[in-house]
């Protein structure tokens, strides 16, 4: 069983569209994360979410828009795409308590055209 | 911040030597500290951390040294291997809600 899964793993769209990404958690973690990785690798944070509950929201364009209907689960909607927003786009999840590392899902390679 | 203008480091290792990688981290309040490996298409992978009140940690393979004093970390591994090149990033956390800041990233490139 995959511990964090991102759905779609690749995704295509035109500039303006509309787009979401899915996440989900089996791990019973409390907390979920978005990170974006830039074509040099840097990985920087977008959101956290503690028990549904928006608790780190980064500079991030108002675009992007992260819902998490539960503690198992983190979207990522994003608004009139442009083609700055290409890059991986990855969910990790945590504990909040002990240990802090944090279990990394396989990305989601978005591509705006 | 963005990357722009910064470039991946790179370090090649002939295999079945050390390798060291180096990360200079930017808080010197940060209490805890992690080293993730990424391969090609896949998402970063924990490898080991360590926290504020040790100096050295040791894993399977792989060491962490902490300097405080100039805040320093460094990731060593042992008889490298084909399977170890990836692209190690290192990590540093405070903040009472995990605020974890990744450091730009190091590309190891394993020789046979």
């Known amino acids: 069983d995959t511990a964090v899964s991102q759905t779609p793993k690749y995704l295509v769209t035109q500039m303006g569209n509309d787009k979401s990404i899915k996440c989900e958690q089996n791990l019973g973690h409390d907390t979920m994360y978005w990170y974006k990785q830039d074509s040099k690798k840097f990985l920087k944070i977008m959101f956290s979410?503690?028990?549904?509950?928006?608790?780190i929201n980064e500079t991030v364009p108002n675009r992007f828009s992260p819902k998490s209907p539960d503690k198992a689960h983190l979207n990522l909607h994003i608004n009139s795409l442009e083609l700055g927003d290409s890059a991986v786009y990855f969910c990790?999840?945590?504990?909040?308590?002990?240990?802090?590392?944090?279990?990394f899902g396989s990305g989601t390679r978005l591509t705006v055209v | 911040g963005e990357s722009v203008g910064l470039h991946l480091p790179t370090l090649s290792v002939q295999e079945g030597d050390n390798s060291i990688i180096n990360c200079a981290y930017s808080?010197?309040?940060?209490?805890?500290f992690i080293w993730y490996k990424q391969e090609s298409g896949k998402g970063p992978q924990f490898i080991i951390d360590i926290r504020s009140n040790m100096d050295k940690r040791q894993g399977q393979r792989v060491t962490v040294l902490l300097n405080k004093t100039v805040k320093h970390l460094s990731l060593q591994i042992a008889a490298t291997q084909p399977g170890d090149s990836a692209v190690y990033f290192c990590?540093?956390?405070?903040?009472?809600?995990?605020?974890?800041?990744f450091g730009i990233g190091t590309k190891l490139q394993v020789i046979p």
């Open positions: 990790a999840s945590s504990q909040m308590t002990g240990n802090y590392g944090y279990t």
């Open positions: 979410y503690n028990n549904k509950e928006l608790i």
């Open positions: 990590a540093e956390n405070w903040g009472g809600y995990q605020k974890v800041t």
């Open positions: 808080n010197s309040a940060s209490d805890y």
